[in-house]
Nanobody
């Protein structure tokens, strides 16, 4: 059974940093696109970042470009989201995903981890 388990969320002050982790298990994720989505109360879900399976190409939403960095450890089947210079508007539940395409074909979702930025 495929599982994605996020960790690292919590409360952080504006301007601070936080590192989220997503541990994947149940299959090989080498050629799978891994993404980070977020959803804030009353807002639509947003694809924050993606790292492709084969090439490791990374993409970011404009709202986090230059502040967030996605990376992975293939040996540990783990994906990370380094969040720097966080803002109040980054407050949301962050979920890890896996699939053939981060935006068009997500096959698996994690349970999500809450990130709260205090101003």
């Amino acid at each position: 059974q495929v599982q994605l388990v996020e960790s690292g969320g919590g409360l952080v002050q504006a301007g601070g940093s936080l590192r989220l982790s997503c541990a994947a298990s149940g299959r090989t994720f080498t050629n799978v696109d891994m993404g980070w989505y977020r959803q804030a109360p009353g807002k639509e879900r947003e694809l924050v970042s993606c790292i492709t399976g084969r090439a490791g190409t990374t993409t970011y939403a404009d709202s986090v470009k230059g502040r967030f960095t996605v990376s992975r450890d293939l040996a540990k089947s783990t994906v990370f989201l380094q969040m720097n210079s966080v803002k109040a508007e980054d407050t949301a539940i962050y979920s890890c995903t896996a699939g053939d395409d981060c935006s068009r074909k997500v096959d698996y979702w994690g349970q999500g981890t809450q990130v709260t930025v205090s101003s």
